[in-house]
Nanobody, 123 residues
Framework: QVQLVESGGGFVQAGGSLRLSCAAS????????LGWFRQAPGNEREFVVG????????YYADSVKGRFTISRDNAKNTVYLQMDNLKPEDTAVYYC????????????????WGQGTQVTVSS
């Protein structure tokens, strides 16, 4: 059974940082692309960033470029999202998702999802 478990969310003031983790099990993690999506109340789920199976390719939404950094440790079956210079508009539930090899900015292209972790940024 495939499981993705996010952690690291919390409450932070604007300008602060958080690091999210997504621990995967049940699949060959090193074959999977991982994506982070987020959903704020009343909004649709949106793509944040994705990383390919090898970690060689990363793709960022324009809204987070230069502030967020995705990385992965295949030995630990974990992907990380370092979020710096957080803004109130980053407030959302953050989800990680997996699919084969290369990420997509389309949420429907992903096969497995975590339960989400809340990030709240105060102004």
């Amino acid at each position: 059974q495939v499981q993705l478990v996010e952690s690291g969310g919390g409450f932070v003031q604007a300008g602060g940082s958080l690091r999210l983790s997504c621990a995967a099990s049940g699949r060959t993690f090193s074959n999977d692309a991982l994506g982070w999506f987020r959903q704020a109340p009343g909004n649709e789920r949106e793509f944040v960033v994705g990383i390919s199976w090898s970690g060689s390719n990363t793709y960022y939404a324009d809204s987070v470029k230069g502030r967020f950094t995705i990385s992965r440790d295949n030995a630990k079956n974990t992907v990380y999202l370092q979020m710096d210079n957080l803004k109130p508009e980053d407030t959302a539930v953050y989800y990680c998702a997996s699919r084969d090899y290369y990420p997509s900015n389309n949420q429907y292209a992903y096969d497995y999802w975590g339960q989400g972790t809340q990030v709240t940024v105060s102004s």
